[in-house]
């Protein structure tokens, strides 16, 4: 794991909002990273600096999301794209290479799209799906009993997180101090000492509501693309004391779900972008950067070079 150091925090504004940003410093060109949904840039801490040697390292955070201002509107992907862009224009960037993870590849890929100018290289950290109408079926059809609403609000940011790798097992190996850190910063403490997530429910809808009818135009991509797509075995969503009977729907439904859903999205990659270079990671989770971190530093070096 790459040594941390504090990141400079600072804000700017940017397309009319004030958006909060990282800059983990080094020189050259523009590395910028964009977290997935809910997150802050601070979940590239320990990643972001293994690129100081060669790059600019920053970290945008999107509206809404950790310290950045939460306006009523502006939850569409064109205009979440146009942040990125008011941002590089503030900060003096021509070009830059975009790095994201989750959400952020709707967002690259609407970058891709419309700022084609503006970008060096794009990296997917398993960022790069498309929904189709079978999807719905599949995923309707997980053998784990969904999960009860979460409560409106918690006691402390250990409560939240325990709530959440109980509701999301497949994070549960991921937990840890530094995991707690990380959300706690994607929460707000009330006046009556309770916490809730920073992003609030009305903002959540139009978000989502934002990428209902997201399509990537992989074709259209016109730099350099690395894409990393995260494949799970049924271990990482195996409910604790899962009886042999639900171990065995767990494993069909993982496996379909690779074979269905994920499998597509690589064949899509690779047959549609012009200029892209494919890396699946094995038996590890969606955070793929975190624990799989030296691998992926050297997937992205050797992709920069």
Same mark, same amino acid.
């Given at each position: 794991?790459?040594?941390?150091?504090?990141a400079?925090s600072?804000f700017?504004?940017?397309n009319d909002?004030?958006?909060?940003?990282?800059?983990?410093?080094g020189?050259?060109?523009?590395?910028?990273?964009? $977290? +997935?949904?809910?997150?802050t840039?601070?979940f590239?801490d320990? =990643? %972001?600096?293994?690129?100081t *040697? !060669?790059?600019?390292? /920053?970290?945008?955070t999107?509206?809404?999301?950790?310290?950045?201002?939460q306006?009523?509107?502006?939850?569409d992907?064109?205009t979440?794209?146009?942040?990125?862009?008011a941002f590089?224009?503030?900060?003096?960037?021509?070009?830059?290479?975009? $790095? +994201?993870?989750?959400?952020?590849?709707?967002?690259?890929?609407? =970058? %891709?799209v419309?700022?084609? *100018? !503006?970008?060096d290289? /794009?990296?997917?950290?398993?960022?790069?799906?498309?929904y189709?109408?079978?999807?719905?079926?599949?995923?309707?059809?997980?053998?784990?009993?969904?999960?009860a609403?979460?409560?409106?609000?918690?006691?402390?940011?250990?409560?939240?997180?325990?709530?959440?790798?109980?509701?999301?097992?497949?994070?549960?190996?991921?937990?840890s101090?530094?995991?707690?850190?990380l959300?706690?910063?994607t929460?707000?403490?009330?006046?009556?000492?309770?916490?809730?997530?920073?992003?609030?429910p009305?903002?959540?809808?139009?978000?989502?509501?934002?990428t209902?009818?997201?399509?990537a135009?992989?074709?259209?991509?016109?730099?350099?693309?690395?894409v990393?797509?995260a494949y799970?075995?049924?271990a990482?969503?195996?409910?604790?004391?899962?009886?042999?009977?639900?171990?065995?729907?767990v494993?069909?439904?993982?496996?379909?779900?690779?074979?269905?859903?994920?499998?597509?999205?690589?064949?899509?990659?690779?047959?549609?972008?012009?200029?892209?270079h494919?890396?699946?990671?094995?038996?590890t989770?969606?955070?793929?950067f975190?624990d799989?971190?030296?691998?992926?530093?050297?997937?992205?070096?050797d992709?920069l070079?």
């Amino acid at each position: 794991m790459v040594n941390r150091q504090a990141a400079r925090s600072d804000f700017v504004q940017a397309n009319d909002v004030r958006l909060h940003y990282l800059d983990w410093g080094g020189s050259g060109p523009a590395l910028i990273f964009l $977290a +997935g949904y809910g997150n802050t840039p601070h979940f590239f801490d320990s =990643l %972001a600096q293994a690129f100081t *040697d !060669r790059f600019h390292v /920053l970290g945008l955070t999107r509206r809404s999301h950790g310290q950045s201002e939460q306006p009523k509107t502006g939850y569409d992907l064109d205009t979440l794209a146009a942040d990125v862009i008011a941002f590089m224009d503030v900060q003096g960037i021509d070009k830059a290479t975009v $790095a +994201g993870h989750s959400f952020a590849g709707m967002e690259m890929a609407t =970058l %891709a799209v419309q700022y084609p *100018d !503006r970008l060096d290289k /794009l990296v997917f950290l398993d960022a790069l799906y498309e929904y189709e109408q079978s999807d719905i079926e599949l995923f309707g059809s997980n053998p784990v009993p969904r999960a009860a609403p979460p409560p409106e609000s918690f006691a402390s940011v250990a409560d939240y997180c325990e709530d959440f790798v109980n509701r999301y097992v497949t994070y549960k190996p991921l937990r840890s101090p530094r995991w707690d850190e990380l959300w706690g910063l994607t929460l707000t403490q009330r006046e009556d000492g309770q916490y809730v997530e920073i992003i609030r429910p009305e903002t959540a809808q139009q978000l989502f509501a934002g990428t209902n009818d997201f399509h990537a135009e992989l074709v259209k991509f016109a730099c350099p693309t690395l894409v990393l797509f995260a494949y799970q075995t049924a271990a990482w969503s195996m409910p604790e004391g899962a009886s042999p009977e639900l171990q065995e729907q767990v494993t069909a439904y993982i496996e379909r779900q690779n074979r269905e859903y994920k499998d597509r999205n690589v064949k899509r990659a690779l047959a549609e972008i012009p200029d892209v270079h494919v890396i699946v990671y094995e038996d590890t989770s969606h955070y793929c950067f975190l624990d799989k971190e030296a691998e992926v530093i050297t997937a992205m070096k050797d992709f920069l070079s």
